[in-house]
């Protein structure tokens, strides 16, 4: 049978009276580092909190937080490896087309793509804008960009594909490279 389902002050109590080891269990899960447990036990908690993680009784209340907290700091490594490798990706394509150092005429040439970039981003639709917004410039997944959106994964992979060619257009016209 499963238990009652708590309340916010019952899980509340429980979170407060398991923290030190949910913190503990949180450095361990990332090597050590403290701002990266606190960071995943403040997350574990809003998944807690929200919801979005639920205690069904198979196991102790104990087990299961720790669970969460070990599939949250998965989750945050996933996400912080993707960012790197975006990053390191747009610094490599960066880097074949700018001059390390582009004098003034240069420094003008890099503001005015970046100005044309800013330009065909604000001719895409919302949806198209937002989704590409979140996943280039915010580091999410388009599933989650599609969940702060409030819109199907399939949904927000359909607007990230179609932003992505339409600016791919709209950047060719413009002849930016």
Same mark, same amino acid.
């Given at each position: ?65 720790? $669970?969460?907290?070990?599939?949250? =700091?998965? /989750? ?7 960012? %790197? @490798?975006?990053?390191? *990706? ?48 915010? $580091?999410?997944?388009?599933?989650? =960009?599609? /969940? ?7 949904? %927000? @992979?359909?607007?990230? *594909? ?16």
């Amino acid at each position: 049978m499963a238990p009652p389902a708590l309340n916010v002050d019952e899980l509340e109590e429980r979170l407060t009276g398991l923290h030190a080891d949910s913190f503990g269990w949180a450095l361990s899960c990332c090597g050590w580092n403290d701002a990266e447990a606190e960071d995943v036990v403040q997350t574990t908690y809003v998944k807690v909190l929200s919801g979005q993680a639920r205690w069904s009784g198979r196991s102790s209340f104990r087990t299961w937080l720790f $669970g969460v907290v070990r599939l949250t =700091a998965l /989750e945050q490594r996933r996400r912080e490896a993707s960012l %790197a @490798r975006r990053a390191e *990706h747009a610094v490599r394509e960066w880097d074949t087309v700018r001059d390390p150092d582009p004098g003034p005429d240069g420094a003008l040439l890099d503001d005015e793509r970046a100005r044309r970039l800013r330009a065909a981003l604000d001719e895409l639709p919302d949806r198209q804008r937002e989704v590409v917004h979140l996943v280039f410039y915010q $580091g999410l997944t388009v599933a989650e =960009a599609g /969940e702060v959106m409030g819109v199907s994964v399939g949904s %927000a @992979r359909t607007h990230y *594909h179609r932003g992505k060619e339409r600016l791919r257009t709209l950047l060719s016209r413009e002849e930016i490279t």
